[in-house]
């Protein structure tokens, strides 16, 4: 996607978990009056808004591409399917696989 691009909006439902590959996002909200308030940025490999999208809330900020980035979207009921199949997705004392 190019920069510029909105890949999650504060208020919307988290119904996916968005998987940044590469590139960068920052992450910003809109106060009531309009005020525009910064909180930071991100670079890929990483992912965003992971307890929203596992309790089925909404995005917490909205998350712009600053760079081109690769995103992809993975639907919160493959994800928790994956965390039921595989115990390295549910117990961070379970080592991941090396590949």
Do not use: N
Not at 4 to 16: C, E, K, L, N
Not at 19 to 47: H, W
Not at 60 to 77: E, S
């Amino acid at each position: 996607m190019p920069a510029g691009q909105v890949v999650a909006r504060a208020g919307d439902p988290a119904t996916h978990l968005v998987i940044v590959e590469r590139g960068s996002l920052s992450a910003a909200r809109d106060t009531a009056d309009g005020t525009r308030v910064q909180f930071g940025s991100v670079a890929g490999p990483c992912t965003l808004d992971k307890a929203a999208t596992l309790d089925e809330a909404v995005h917490t900020a909205t998350w712009t591409a600053t760079t081109a980035c690769q995103v992809r979207l993975l639907p919160v009921q493959l994800l928790r399917q994956l965390m039921g199949e595989h115990a390295a997705l549910r117990d961070p004392r379970v080592p991941l696989p090396v590949r």
